[in-house]
């Protein structure tokens, strides 16, 4: 995982691994540094008539806490037509479907030229991909991008996405002491770095609501169109299913439209963990010295990452000068193509490998590489993704599937034929 | 430590240890068992026309976080005249004292019996004491009881409590869904169950000035007398050694007085530590399942714990009502004797021993057994204490010092003394 750094091997281990298959299916492979961890670059190519495409994946996971899971979630497991492990279907499993399709692509003789630009660092924010990228790029021309790193939304009912969601995460710190105090002998006199942590985090966001009370954190927000709503309604979006399949009890959402523009159209603010104080089991009745609330914001098209992380640290800094703000993570939003040939291709490939149009929609999740590939690289991207919400993206027992892997394979080597004639 | 049960056997040992020392002073002694951990008994017996004190102290301790520590906390180190190690103050060094004192006493053939009742269960609330003492009362009559686990408020002026807090300690706890969820895929429509428990403590308490906002929780609160004021003024505190002392960078009180008050005479709601959630390197932006809050109220005269909890629970149902409130621990406040032969004894014991006059103080901490004592015991409960800010009650580095404890011998003996002389 590339978020802990005692794992820093394992990242350097697999881009390894990675690049010895790209270079067993037939490509032309190279390893390349950046600042952060190695970008593999890959190529099958047909000739400098035809036209590039460049497809990306990443090869880094996010941490798994293994209590909850039912195998070793570092080592894959086939039960049935699934694959079990960490990154299976974030995004392992889409990055070898699309080797393997450019592979059938290439014995196919379609006249494209196919690059791999599958990155390490994309759940930390890609911290180093731009810098990387805008080295790179006059070297690895192309015009367009295919990334398959996000979700249907019901197995039945292909998906494309057309958004995506930024992100700013952030670490507010407050220190009010160098060591555990004594709650009766301090306690009144002494503060509470937890205390006014928790009183900072309910005065960003209404925690019932979820509605973010940060002044002017809404500024901008492109409200979503009469016709992406539309299409939302005819994705095979199902409260039922979506609670399911994240084993949520109950959700802020009362109905299944009201919960798609609440995960796909509206930007949130989440408490992902305190840190400092006491865990263990019972109460030990301690004031702790110091606290860390770790908090994200998920961003919508017409957000600025750099605006809000402003409005973010201004707001606290009037509820608490004394807290810090350190951003952590910063993504921008993406509105991405709804028309033009590349879109129609998209369709068109889903069409033939799952026998049904996909529903445009968003995501909610945020891939910073996106944005910065369509600023860099100067084309269209489309995101024509694999996985299934039921995979369990982050989760614990993650995993990828056969039908969506073989029909993924379908799917690119069609869009790879109807890409290499658009001119 | 008694409050985590994988060293429950650990607290055996220390129990049987004691006895060990309480028999090679000479005194006849009992482990007696409870429901929880046990109770050691002793006796120096002068003759049952005599009068009897009896002695409470407690040998468990609260756990040491060994990070913070600059010694191994359970292995005792001498340094100069300190006794570092983990109960050093807070109680062992005192219970030895007042031991080794006792002793004394009986080779002075002070006309006094001398009963020992050193309890294993303070630190988690006393949870086993009251059923033991109400079925065992009759075996061990007593005219007082002597406690000695309270903290001077400087070195250079004695200190006698004349009062305590009380506790509720809780536990908030929140479940929304089965497993971690990614906050992109389900942000928004997903609730996150920090957020709400930090609305909720937000809900409780202002965190910066520490005013409880729970509906009715200062009502009954008796206010502070004009002589306990006058007395609070001259007990030595100040802020700088105040601060200094407990690693406090800043103060919620901006004078000395306002500090006495907030510490001794007003309630609190303090937030020990949130669980669940991500609290390793970095941010990792899932929206966790689960949260607890280990909050606690310190109490003052006037009330009620049992009251105290039953606002909250309400307070909480109607702020949000899927979070759990389970009472972890619930200790009335205490309002000792301020005048009288036994606060007579106690003064001029001090004077004999250090040199000047106790200040007549309270003790911002909880201490279950003592209001315990005094209803079933039916007798006079004095607070003599030994320990300084500096020892570290709870904290890191905790030690005892050979000042306090040769001074102490002094003062108990001359206590002793005084109080066989009470009819």
Redesign the interface.
């Known amino acids: 995982m590339s978020?802990?750094?005692a794992h820093a091997r394992d990242v350097e281990r697999c881009a390894a691994v990675a690049a010895g298959l790209m270079k067993k299916a037939g490509a032309t492979v190279k390893v390349a540094r950046t600042r952060g961890f190695p970008v593999v670059l890959g190529a099958f190519r047909a000739g400098p008539r035809h036209p590039t495409v460049t497809i990306y994946n990443h090869l880094d996971v996010?941490?798994a806490?293994g209590a909850?899971w039912s195998r070793p979630p570092f080592k894959m497991a086939i039960a049935g037509d699934r694959f079990y492990a960490r990154g299976a279907t974030d995004d392992k499993g889409p990055a070898l479907t699309a080797l393997f399709a450019a592979r059938s692509a290439r014995e196919l003789r379609v006249p494209l030229n196919i690059r791999f630009l599958w990155e390490c660092e994309e759940e930390?924010g890609s911290p180093s991909f731009e810098a990387f990228l805008c080295k790179t790029a006059k070297s690895i021309p192309t015009d367009s991008v295919l990334v398959s790193d996000t979700?249907w939304v019901a197995r039945n009912k292909p998906a494309v996405s057309a958004g995506l969601?930024g992100?700013v995460?952030?670490?507010l710190a407050l220190?009010?002491?160098?060591?555990?105090?004594?709650?009766?002998?301090?306690?009144?006199?002494?503060?509470?770095p937890?205390?006014?942590?928790?009183?900072?985090?309910?005065?960003c966001?209404?925690?019932?609501t979820?509605r973010v009370t940060i002044p002017g954190f809404y500024d901008g927000v492109l409200p979503l169109a009469r016709e992406e709503l539309a299409s939302f309604r005819e994705s095979g979006f199902s409260l039922a299913a979506?609670k399911k399949a994240?084993?949520?009890?109950?959700?802020?959402?009362g109905s299944a439209l009201?919960?798609m523009k609440?995960?796909w159209g509206?930007?949130?603010?989440?408490?992902?963990?305190?840190?400092?104080?006491?865990?263990?089991?019972?109460?030990?009745?301690?004031?702790?010295?110091r606290g860390e609330?770790?908090?994200?914001m998920?961003l919508v098209p017409g957000q600025e990452p750099r605006k809000v992380l402003h409005l973010l640290k201004e707001h606290v800094r009037r509820l608490?000068p004394?807290v810090r703000v350190s951003g952590?993570?910063s993504l921008e939003p993406f509105r991405g193509v709804t028309s033009g040939p590349f879109a129609q291709a998209a369709a068109e490939a889903m069409r033939f490998a799952f026998g049904k149009s996909p529903a445009v929609v968003r995501?909610?999740?945020?891939i910073g590489a996106v944005v910065t590939m369509e600023k860099v690289l100067k084309c269209p991207v489309c995101l024509i993704g694999l996985s299934l919400?039921e995979h369990?993206?982050?989760?614990?027992n993650e995993f990828f599937d056969w039908r969506q892997a073989s029909g993924g394979m379908l799917a690119f080597v069609k869009y790879f034929e109807q890409i290499s004639r658009i001119r």
């Open positions: 978020v802990d750094p996010v941490p806490g909850d930390i979700i969601r992100l995460g952030v670490l220190e009010t002491g160098e060591k555990d105090c004594h709650s009766g002998l301090t306690g009144g006199a002494a503060r509470n937890l205390a006014e942590l928790a009183q900072v985090v309910a005065r966001v209404d925690g019932r979820g979506f994240h084993g949520l009890k109950k959700l802020r959402s009201s919960a609440a995960i509206a930007p949130t603010f989440e408490v992902h963990g305190f840190s400092g104080g006491y865990q263990g089991p019972g109460v030990k009745t301690a004031v702790p010295p609330a770790k908090v994200s998920r608490n004394d952590a993570l995501e909610g999740g945020s919400p369990g993206y982050h989760g614990p």
